[in-house]
T-cell receptor, first 115, second 114 residues
Framework: NAGVTQTPKFQVLKTGQSMTLQCAQD?????MSWYRQDPGMGLRLIHY???????DQGEVPNGYNVSRSTTEDFPLRLLSAAPSQTSVYFC??????????????FGQGTRLTVV | GESVGLHLPTLSVQEGDNSIINCAYS??????FIWYKQESGKGPQFIID?????DKRQGQRVTVLLNKTVKHLSLQIAATQPGDSAVYFC?????????????FGPGTSLSVIP
């Protein structure tokens, strides 16, 4: 059981480049989300999805796009990378958040540096 | 200690002692509160959660206390071990005011002294 898999683990981009961070889960979870984590700060929600075909914005959505064409995959796209997007990105999944069990499973993270 | 700027609050505890990690939240409409543990270089891991209609919940070596009057949440770790060294985050969400959005606090760094 792989859980939540994020790729790549590390990435360096030049300002203005675009890229997609991949996230896949094999637990048939409805809810998936993307967070960014900056030094000394908690995790900030970028985008989330409550099921295939449904996405919504979190706290810091600007500069990022998401899509959810399947239950398993939830890619995060950086349209035009900026140094302010240098961060560690975490993908998470859980059963529908309306249930009692709110346990989220996190991937190992993608460390992104924009130069 | 209290957080200042970008510095995480830190807590140092002797091995074998009990640890208490605190979290203040702002949304009085939050329905669920969750504690996560993040070890260096890893993603957060679920520890325990509590509904807003409860004031205490116990797990293995951990207890979460919720005081809705002062909007305060705490995580107590009994007999702290070196493996408990990590950053601990509280998280909250509200079906009414932030439907499906889980919001994390800034975290507390726990350091266990052998």
């Amino acid at each position: 059981n792989a859980g939540v898999t994020q790729t790549p683990k590390f990435q360096v981009l030049k300002t203005g480049q675009s890229m997609t961070l991949q996230c896949a889960q094999d637990m048939n979870h409805e809810y998936m989300s993307w967070y960014r984590q900056d030094p000394g700060m908690g995790l900030r929600l970028i985008h989330y999805s409550v099921g295939a075909g449904i996405t919504d914005q979190g706290e810091v959505p600007n500069g990022y796009n998401v899509s959810r064409s399947t239950t398993e995959d939830f890619p995060l796209r950086l349209l035009s990378a900026a140094p302010s997007q240098t961060s560690v990105y975490f993908c998470a999944s859980s059963y529908s958040i309306g249930n009692v069990n709110t346990e989220a499973f996190f991937g190992q993270g993608t460390r992104l540096t924009v130069v | 200690g209290e957080s200042v700027g970008l510095h995480l609050p830190t807590l140092s505890v002797q091995e074998g002692d009990n640890s208490i990690i605190n979290c203040a939240y702002s949304n009085s409409a939050s329905d669920y509160f969750i504690w996560y543990k993040q070890e260096s270089g890893k993603g957060p891991q679920f520890i325990i959660d509590i509904r807003s209609n409860m004031d205490k919940r116990q797990g293995q070596r951990v207890t979460v206390l919720l005081n809705k009057t002062v909007k305060h949440l705490s995580l107590q770790i009994a007999a702290t071990q070196p493996g408990d060294s990590a950053v601990y985050f509280c998280a909250e969400y509200s079906m009414k005011t932030s439907y499906d959005k889980v919001i994390f606090g800034p975290g507390t760094s726990l350091s266990v002294i052998p």
